[in-house]
């Protein structure tokens, strides 16, 4: 299977925790966490804009994921007419959130996702929006991504950690 590409004009959000509050019922507390209303337009929107892109099936087995994403961050105002600005995401949070949006589109769940990155090409005011995804069937993992030298304390680790095994001491044995 050769690399699909697709192009949404989408402006990425990051993933986060919903509103968290703590509710009194029959005299006890219990906390709960709420859904985050954004994040989940975002990963509608996501899922709407793909669904109808050519190419756009599940891919079964393991898959190879590469995000690019272009934020922009808006200035609003608040009910205190302050204004504020959308703050800075990572890349880490812009791919989770995408990975859940994909979930049953292109892939069945995200655990099968064996190779992801992340690009934030651009992010500020005067940014487009968008999301580029490239996906394909995933082969294995290549060994030589990793040096030589790193193979090397990685042997050498395995040969300082090697479980000890304990026998039980005879009975007749004086302390």
Known sequence: ???????????????????VGVNRKSGS???????????DAYKEAVREEIRDLPGANLIPGYVSVTFFFWRNQAEYKTARSATHRKHEADATNMQKATEDALQG??????????????????QGPDVDGRVVIRISEYVG?????????????????????VPLVVQPV?????F
């Open 141 to 161: 993992f290549n060994p030589d991504l990793i040096p030589d030298f790193v193979w090397s304390e990685l042997d050498e680790m395995q040969q300082r950690f």
């Open 170 to 174: 005879p009975d007749d044995v004086p």
């Open 29 to 39: 507390m219990s906390a709960f966490v709420g859904r985050n209303q954004q994040l």
């Open 1 to 19: 299977m050769n690399d699909l590409w697709f192009c949404l004009n989408i402006n990425p959000e990051p993933w986060a925790i919903g509103p």
């Open 105 to 122: 589109i292109l892939y069945d769940n995200d655990k099968d996702n064996r190779h992801v990155e992340s690009y934030v090409v651009d």
